[in-house]
């Protein structure tokens, strides 16, 4: 079988392990195609669980900012017109440390943008305590801090360290900030040295990649860590309505 083949067939996470052991091939047009046919399902499949989730979220009262100004502000957003468009200039800014791997890039083609972070400023009784909501920045927001000249500056130094050695783009808060407690650094997706399909996922708890990142998020329903014990939080009814409708990605 195809990759293809296999993902539609459930052979979701060894399919990409299949895709990372290609390495550099990967971009050959004969694996390319098909790569690109499991990106375009896995992200349309991405879409489609935060949907499910944004509604129900909605129907049980949870709270989301609803004066939204920005797009990486609001709750849910579809991709913008100007993502292409986008998307190069993003390129173009970061070219001087490497490339912006393509598992991101379809994500904002494909999903737009998410924000399921709590609307603190307007109560902070949260629902779930330290559940560390799904956020993936809007491309508007992140073309517009890759484009400043401190950026540039800071991933210069960042690649120059030796205890670091690589550039990053920043993607959402970490679990203290979003819910409003001083953190450290938030989460983001390494620049790759070279083309790249996928990348790691930093700063988060669970050391992975990006799509291994969405992939446990959908398997907590969009809040990687709302069945932390110390918690208590109430989500088992959330769950057992919202698990069975989510496509495994």
């Known amino acids: 079988m195809t990759l293809y083949d296999k993902y539609i067939n459930g052979q979701t996470k060894q ?6 052991e290609l390495g550099q091939e990967a971009f050959l047009p004969t694996n390319l195609n098909e790569i690109e046919k499991v990106l375009t399902e896995t992200f349309e499949r991405v879409a489609f669980n935060l949907d499910i ?13 609803t004066n939204t100004e920005n797009n990486f502000e609001k709750p849910l957003h579809k991709p913008l017109k100007n993502t292409p468009f986008l998307l190069e200039k993003l390129d173009i ?18 999903v737009g943008g998410v ?24 491309i508007d927001a992140l073309v517009e ?12 130094q960042y690649m120059d360290d030796e205890n670091y050695g690589i ?9 203290l ?32 990649t990006f799509v291994n990142y969405l992939r446990i998020c959908f ?27 989510l496509k495994p990605i």
């Open 177 to 208: 900030h979003k819910d409003n407690i001083s953190g450290s650094q938030g989460y983001a997706i390494q620049i790759t040295k070279e083309p790249s399909i996928e990348s790691n996922f930093l700063n988060e708890p669970n050391d992975t």
């Open 93 to 110: 800014a970061v070219k001087p440390f490497g490339y912006v791997p393509l598992t991101l890039k379809y994500f904002y083609k494909i």
């Open 53 to 65: 989730i944004y509604k129900e979220l909605i129907e049980i009262g949870y709270l989301f900012k």
């Open 219 to 245: 398997e907590n329903c969009g809040f990687p860590s709302i069945t932390r014990p110390d918690m208590n939080n109430k989500y088992q009814t959330f769950f057992e309505k919202i698990k069975p409708q």
């Open 115 to 138: 924000n399921f972070i709590w609307d603190f400023e307007s109560n902070d009784d949260y629902m779930w305590k330290m559940a560390d909501p799904i956020q993936i920045s809007s």
């Open 145 to 156: 801090t890759v484009e400043e000249e401190w950026w540039q500056e800071d991933m210069k």
């Open 167 to 175: 550039a990053f783009l920043d993607l959402a808060a970490d679990d």
């Open 15 to 20: 399919v990409y392990q299949e895709i990372y």
